[in-house]
């Protein structure tokens, strides 16, 4: 079955730092992949997405390239403010006659940025 | 006003208690969600249904029910609650032909 690892938390990181989240999948055809950030008290929203190999997904600084050869969607971001503090999940989306977009998540990887 | 919502956001119950968690949305959505979420385990799939009268199990649907009572409402039952189900229960949305999914905020549930 499908399936997301990601590196677990928690990642503690100074204000200003490099931030690297691994996260490898497996996945029957060609899935679509996504972070989703969880930030205090909230629900899942979606940060950025690449729907084919070699996409690249961007927003508020994040990025992630979805590597087919790899099966790798990285999420990273260059300078780290206090406010992307939250828990950061990689999913994947396979469409499915009888499923539809049916999302599998990773564990989630938490993430505490200190001032 | 926020799109997806959930009622409680908190709850506390004890062992084989009956509970309904309920999620509206104001997005005109037909695709309707139920997550569980526990510590490291990311989101498992409860309850999924693509319209009123199309409603699936997920992966770990075993003790749990759902409701569609209309397009924008879609609630999650515990028949008889155990302790094990204590966890973070997420509903989210989607338009078919689109890969996101839109989240409400969360119900925290405790079972004793």
């Known amino acids: 079955g499908d399936s997301v690892t990601q590196m677990e938390g928690p990642v503690t990181l100074s204000e200003e730092a490099f931030l690297t989240i691994n996260c490898t999948y497996t996945?029957?055809?060609?899935?679509?992949l996504f972070w989703y950030v969880q930030y205090p008290g909230e629900g899942l929203q979606l940060l950025l997405k690449?729907?084919?190999?070699?996409d690249k997904g961007s927003n508020k600084g994040f990025e992630a390239t979805y590597r087919k050869e790899t099966t790798s969607f990285h999420l990273e971001k260059g300078s780290v403010q206090v406010s992307d503090s939250a828990v950061y999940f990689c999913?994947?989306?396979?469409?499915?006659?009888?499923?539809?977009?049916?999302?599998?998540f990773g564990g989630g990887t938490r993430v505490l940025v200190k001032p | 006003d926020a799109d997806v919502t959930q009622t409680p956001r908190n709850r506390i119950t004890k062992t084989g208690k009956r509970i309904m968690l309920e999620c509206s949305q104001t997005?005109?959505?037909?695709?309707m969600y139920w997550y569980r979420q526990d510590p490291g385990l990311g989101l498992q799939l409860i309850y999924y249904?693509?319209?009123?009268?199309?409603?699936n199990k997920g992966e770990i649907s075993d003790g749990y029910s759902v409701s569609r009572q209309a397009q924008a409402k879609f609630s999650l039952s515990l028949e008889s609650a155990i302790p094990n189900q204590t966890a973070l229960y997420f509903c989210?949305?989607?338009?078919?032909?689109?890969?996101?999914?839109?989240f409400g905020p969360g119900t925290r549930l405790t079972v004793l």
């Open positions: 989210a949305t989607s338009d078919p032909g689109y890969d996101e999914q839109f």
């Open positions: 996945a029957t055809g060609y899935p679509s």
């Open positions: 690449a729907t084919k190999a070699d």
């Open positions: 999913a994947l989306s396979v469409k499915t006659k009888a499923a539809g977009n049916k999302l599998t």
């Open positions: 997005k005109g959505h037909d695709r």
């Open positions: 249904s693509f319209d009123v009268k199309d409603i």
